[in-house]
């Protein structure tokens, strides 16, 4: 098979799959006869292939997609005239913690943010399938570990941890949370469903989980004790120190400005 050809094979699997589609599933549909090495290039040479359109092809951290490029996005949304789901500071900034600091246990999170973290700020990122608990640290209560899985980069367009962006500048962090609500946004009228049903049964906890009021920014980043030895599961490389948040998650639930879409 020619190059042409095998780019076109390529090409209409990854516009017809529903999920990023990894280097093994795509070598799968030349049934192994082409290297790693061979596939990539065909790849980089379809990505070249759709510049300058309104989609593009992406590496995320569970392989190669189709996504919207984020310019298409004001035009795409009038498609879906419901707005997405609004997530609270309290979610965003438990959400942060986990990013930038996991992997963290509920109580490195309240020792940070310094109050209680609700029982269902963790489910709705659990639900969304942004974190996941990845083993528990050897110490009284075996508590569980939280970091962020591939579900998460994906959404935010990423391929390693290692990508995301230093907190120096509000419009980095307001983009880097806002991309996050524009990929629930597909989702909307099913999360805000999801959301009036909880609040009929549970009141109480839907006060606290989207009234809570904030921590100070300049304190969500600042240090914690060293864990102890972690067990069960390999530790993330931490990703570079954060700098202060100070006022970036203020406007993190109006309207998605900028973000990709990802190709339903």
């Not at 367009?157 to 419009?171: H, N, Q, T």
């Amino acid at each position: 098979m020619n190059s042409v050809d095998a780019k076109r094979v390529l090409e209409t699997a990854l516009i017809c799959a529903q999920q990023p589609l990894p280097l093994r599933d795509l070598r799968a549909l030349f049934d192994g006869n082409l290297g790693a090495d061979t596939l990539k290039d065909l790849l980089l040479a379809l990505q070249q292939d759709w510049m300058g359109r309104g989609v593009e092809l992406v590496q995320v951290a569970s392989g190669w997609r189709f996504q919207s490029r984020p310019e298409m996005r004001a035009y795409l949304d009038k498609l879906h005239p419901e707005k997405p789901p609004r997530y609270s500071r309290a979610v965003l900034e438990t959400l942060a913690i986990i990013a930038y600091r996991q992997p963290v246990t509920r109580g490195d999170i309240e020792d940070i943010r310094g109050v209680t973290v609700n029982s269902l700020i963790i489910k709705q990122l659990e639900d969304r399938g942004w974190i996941e608990e990845i083993g528990h640290r050897e110490t009284v209560g075996r508590p569980a570990l939280l970091a962020t899985t591939r579900q998460f980069l994906d959404d935010l367009g990423l391929k390693s941890l290692a990508e995301l962006p230093m907190l120096d500048e509000p419009e980095v962090q307001t983009t880097l949370f806002s991309a996050l609500e524009g990929e629930a946004g597909a989702e909307g009228a099913e999360a805000a469903g999801d959301s009036a049903q909880a609040e009929d049964q549970l009141p109480g906890l839907m006060d606290d989980l989207f009234v809570e009021s904030a921590l100070p920014m300049d304190q969500v980043f600042g240090p914690v004790a060293e864990p102890e030895a972690i067990t069960e599961a390999e530790a993330v490389p931490e990703p570079a120190a954060a700098i202060p948040l100070e006022d970036a998650l203020q406007e993190v639930a109006s309207e998605m400005p900028e973000g990709n879409s990802p190709k339903a």
